[in-house]
């Protein structure tokens, strides 16, 4: 079951890599992204002493007025990945132009994962492109339903 997904990524982004991790939670969050209240806009996943974050990615409190005080619901998201990927990550985040977005949030036995991906940006150019591509798929589904 999908929870949350970022519809800009891959409009705004050229999609390299594809990346599935899991996500330190407390129960709270986990609480308000099956009640499908976390977005992903905005955020990016950067690399630090060896560990994955989520940065920047809203996760709003399952009951406010049981919150703790000092709970942010922007606050960097630890990524669970093995040693491995993290290597490989971090290789590519030196690399100019390449960035790591977010992509979804879903449930995978029981548990929340984060799919994400290594991108690059697209030109204005390329997303023209992809306006045009998408909205040809649209009249040629419409003529094919009218011909039916």
Same mark, same amino acid.
Not at 7 to 26: C, H, P, Q
């Given at each position: 079951?999908? !929870? +949350?997904?970022?519809?800009? $990524?891959?409009?705004? !982004? =050229?999609?390299?890599?594809?990346?599935?991790?899991?996500?330190?939670?407390?129960?709270?969050?986990? *609480?308000?992204?099956?009640? *499908?209240? $976390?977005?992903?806009?905005?955020?990016?996943?950067?690399?630090?002493?060896?560990? +994955?974050?989520?940065?920047? $990615?809203?996760?709003?409190?399952?009951?406010?007025?049981?919150?703790?005080?000092?709970?942010?619901?922007?606050?960097? &998201?630890?990524?669970?990945?093995?040693?491995?990927?993290?290597?490989?990550?971090?290789?590519?985040?030196?690399?100019?132009?390449?960035?790591?977005?977010?992509?979804?949030?879903?449930?995978?036995?029981?548990?929340?994962?984060? =799919?994400? +991906?290594?991108?690059?940006?697209?030109?204005?150019?390329?997303?023209?492109?992809?306006?045009?591509?998408?909205?040809?798929?649209? =009249?040629?589904? &419409?003529?094919? *339903?009218?011909?039916?």
């Amino acid at each position: 079951m999908q !929870y +949350a997904f970022n519809k800009k $990524a891959t409009f705004n !982004y =050229e999609v390299l890599d594809k990346y599935e991790g899991g996500l330190s939670l407390i129960g709270i969050e986990v *609480k308000s992204i099956k009640l *499908k209240r $976390a977005t992903l806009d905005g955020s990016y996943i950067i690399i630090r002493g060896g560990e +994955a974050f989520l940065i920047n $990615a809203s996760i709003p409190a399952f009951q406010e007025k049981n919150t703790p005080e000092k709970y942010d619901p922007l606050r960097p &998201r630890k990524i669970l990945l093995n040693k491995k990927e993290l290597q490989k990550l971090s290789d590519t985040e030196s690399n100019k132009g390449l960035t790591m977005i977010p992509i979804s949030l879903y449930n995978k036995y029981n548990k929340i994962k984060l =799919e994400f +991906a290594v991108a690059r940006g697209k030109k204005k150019i390329d997303k023209r492109q992809s306006i045009m591509k998408r909205e040809a798929d649209r =009249e040629i589904g &419409r003529t094919l *339903k009218k011909n039916r």
